[in-house]
């Protein structure tokens, strides 16, 4: 088994290159690979991205939003959070076989002291809270399993961010179940830091106290592949966002010039149907600005650029552009 150090903290780096060691980095040799993010959250290939973050939250604290090529629910990574990332040719031995993968990092965590167990079909826990979550995928003869350990997360803000206010979102993704989470670091018999820890599960892991010769250097052209995957994928809009399952959504809040109760129908992104109903007044016949919003992208940006071409208060009296963001989006 090999690794790569990878040091950077940028999540749409790092799941560019998981996805390169799976589909693209041809050696005859499984990896483990330890990484961390600065914060963010990462949402399953399964789900409706709007659905799963707190917007507002979000935006304000400017945390990193990233899709990934695995299944499974949302998760939230900071600093205080360390990923493990296997790949493996082994894919009969381990389709589903997560103990496989969890089984060292349990192994370690009880020789330093914290009772970790395998628990339910993804997960490690310590006196009955989550201190990891695992979701795999795979790739021809090839399959990724990785999951989180937090080692010393910020817990207020993993229920902050993840908690949605929307009023209504009927979506066909697959939604996260929230669980009691713990870290690791208050289980610990010798405190240590993350990057003690780290070094530690990677000497673990692959067996060997000096690991100078299971390390593979990334070339130029493997550079090159990984920063094409995160411009051309991870980077995106419509990756992160467009990939999200149908969904219909309605949102409704009352202003000065009355309520407003927005329907619409979202298909990758894009606004298929739209209906806006309530009690307020207008020169204009609604369904002009019904009309116009279909096909824009369900993003704060886009609508608020499509509004700013429109006079909003011709359909809508009183009721600002803001007015109109705050009631879909916050």
Not at 9 to 36: C, S
Not at 110 to 134: H, M, P, Q, Y
Not at 252 to 258: E, M, N, Q, T
Not at 274 to 281: M, N
Request: charged share 25%.
């Amino acid at each position: 088994m090999l690794t790569i150090i990878n040091n950077k903290n940028n999540p749409y780096y790092n799941l560019a290159l998981e996805e390169f060691v799976l589909k693209y980095l041809n050696i005859d040799d499984d990896f483990i690979l330890l990484w961390q993010n600065e914060p963010s959250i990462i949402v399953g290939r399964n789900q409706n991205t709007i659905e799963e973050i707190n917007y507002q939250y979000v935006k304000e604290k400017n945390v990193n939003v990233v899709r990934r090529i695995s299944g499974g629910g949302a998760v939230y990574h900071d600093f205080g959070n360390l990923n493990y990332s296997f790949i493996t040719k082994s894919v009969n031995d381990s389709i589903s076989n997560f103990i496989n993968f969890t089984q060292p990092v349990i192994n370690l965590l009880n020789e330093l002291g914290v009772e970790a167990i395998f628990s339910g079909r993804n997960d490690i826990t310590v006196s009955e809270k989550k201190i990891s979550g695992n979701a795999q995928c795979y790739y021809k003869n090839k399959m990724l399993h990785h999951g989180t350990i937090l080692f010393n997360s910020n817990l207020d803000t993993i229920s902050e961010v993840l908690r949605v206010k929307q009023d209504k979102i009927a979506s066909k993704g697959i939604k996260s179940i929230r669980s009691r989470v713990t870290n690791i670091l208050p289980y610990l018999e010798e405190k240590i830091t993350i990057d003690e820890f780290k070094g530690k599960l990677l000497s673990f892991i692959l067996g060997y106290n000096d690991i100078s010769n299971y390390i593979y250097q990334l070339t130029e052209a493997d550079y090159n592949k990984i920063d094409e995957l995160m411009n051309q994928k991870y980077l995106t809009w419509e990756w992160n966002y467009g990939e999200s399952p149908n969904f219909d959504i309605q949102k409704s809040s009352r202003f000065v010039g009355g309520k407003i109760d927005i329907r619409l129908n979202v298909k990758n992104g894009i606004i298929e149907d739209c209906r806006i109903f309530g009690d307020f007044f207008g020169n204009k016949d609604i369904s002009l600005l019904e009309k116009n919003l279909i096909s824009s992208r369900f993003e704060e940006s886009a609508i608020r650029t499509l509004l700013n071409k429109n006079n909003l208060n011709d359909y809508l009296f009183q009721i600002t552009i803001d007015d109109f963001i705050n009631c879909l989006f916050y």
